[in-house]
């Protein structure tokens, strides 16, 4: 009965053929179907309207978070690669298994927007949200970094095979977006995403051009995430999310309240949702747009020669364009265009808050701060809820309320708790340490990382601009293990310069192997990012200010103990006073936050950067000599304060906030 239900709201392509093995009366790859029946019969309800999330891109880490099965074998483009590791230390050889067997993420995101969109989705998931994820099918996901020995990275196409990952499922839905000079044919992938405890479910529906009746351009437009050999192709992107989304809620006939907006990747959809209506509609649809900003440097914002968007809209989408989305350059921007078409605009920090209404002073009241957050059951590690389980009288329902977390701090002196919390934390790194044994990576040396997106204002190589006072701090107070990683966009030239100039410092570190240990690995990932925030020591963080507009890996890195080095930019600023770690460096002017002037300040913020290390690497070899260990440390004192902070930087948190803040009521 469930499954003739599932049937005739969910019109699964080939079926019989494909699908009829994984989904049956009682099971949806695995997990229990009567969630999705239920979601799927409240989103047609006109009595609960729901929330639409758009985003360009997803990071769900569905390989170690609500994981489906499949009996059959998937394609082999589904399983990770071999990642290479490149260090100082000759004598290893170049390739490290990360695991074998097990499936790779489902590869539609490409960094910290994805996984902010993820976590985000999973959470209306575990609140038991009415709401929808709209993205897009990536065929060839983002890219694939290869490193080439001692020369900086390779981009490779990352192809993988959506028609055997667990989970996902194609339509017969097909949808067309008829422009003046093309008509896009669309196919409507689903992707349940359920809640922690299995209980709820949430589709995303993914769009997909790569059909036989769409011409090979056409077909092209669903390829890579983040293309953008040339106008067209990022209009034609920005054209299939935003109206091919809206035409694909209404197809599957879900009655939707809020079209929350991640970025502005989505902002024509406005514009579909307008279409066919009078001057006082278009105002009243206002009213259901809210929109996320999450860059606070103006060249992030995505902007469009009027004479490349004319040939590809109706007339009347672009006067509407004309109308909401015009610069002081007369570009159409898909800020301005957002900013404009929506009820309430929420900056991701404090910071950023600071940042955008610099930017853009005409629009103040209607800008506020959401403080982006983290999925706290994706980022926590089992190590660690189980340590929690441990002390269920503190940490009660600790499965379904983070924001218990903040109870940490009656613990802190609670002996019992402070050698369960090193224990778990030399587990994880042990894990870590035993993927990079071959390297001679040890659980009781002082390890820190840097991972995210390589890009300029992050400065990824502010650790090595001084390798003899790195060498000095290693050798006189104790050894050093570093953990580099990070993709470059392959179009950003200056990020490849980064990877150059990171490789060659490392490279001449070869000598000093014995106490200062570095490995930059290859292709950071959803995995590789949970691997780290779960197990170093410290988690360095250096953004020039005020460039980064919340900054998200620290989050994960805390709610597992691990303790924060970081410029004063994005959430630290909110976080600074919790006791968590190390404050460093250049701060932005509060006068005029928007940092025109992009000098890196290298010399004088990595001058800063190492004396803060060595302070730490002294507290940590006086806590941890050798594997006898001060459990009154006070680098347990931070790591306790780590996990209450927790409570503060989460998703749950964040989606209250986007509740009472930013969504109309
Ligand atoms: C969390 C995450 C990010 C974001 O990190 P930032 O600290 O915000 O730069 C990027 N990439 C991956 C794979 C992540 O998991």
Redesign the pocket.
Known sequence: LVLKEFLSQVRVDRYSQRYQQVISEEKYFGMPLSPVVDIEKRLRDKGSPGVAYFSMEY?L?TSFYNGYSWPNKPADQNYPHQNSVFSNYRLADCSFELKSGDIIDLPI????L??LAGDTIKTFADYKLPAVGVGILWHSGYFRQKFWYKHGQVPAKMRWDPSSYPGLIPLENIIKIELPAATIFLRIWKYYVYSYSHDFAIPLILLDADLPQNNPQIRDLTDQLYRSDNAWLRIMQRIVLGYGGILALKELGYNIRIFHLNEGHAAFSFIEKCRGRSQDDIEGQKKEFVYTCHTPVEAGHDRFAQEDLKPVLRKEDFSLLQKFGIDKDNLVNLTILAINTSACVNAVSKSHQRVMSYQFPEYGDKIRYVTNG?HSYTWISSEFIKLFKRFSSVFKDIDRNPMILSRAKELKNDADFRRGLWSAHQANKSRLCDALRKWGFKEDVFTLSW???IAAY?RPSLILHDTERLIEIAKRIGPLQIILAGKAHPQDNLGFTFINEMMDKVDSLSGHYEYLKIAILEN???Y???LL?ESVDLWL?NPLPPF?A?????M?AILNGVVQLSTLD?WMVEAKDMGIGRIFGYRADDQDPRGKNFDLRMQEDSQELYSALGELAGIYYKTNNAGRVDFSSSWIDMMVDCIAAGASFNTYRMVDEYKSRVWPA
């Open positions: 990071g880490a995101y490409s960094g910290g994805g996984v983290v991972a995210r997106r992050k950071y990932d959803l590789l990012a949970k925030t963080n980064e919340s900054g998200t890996s620290g994960k994005g």
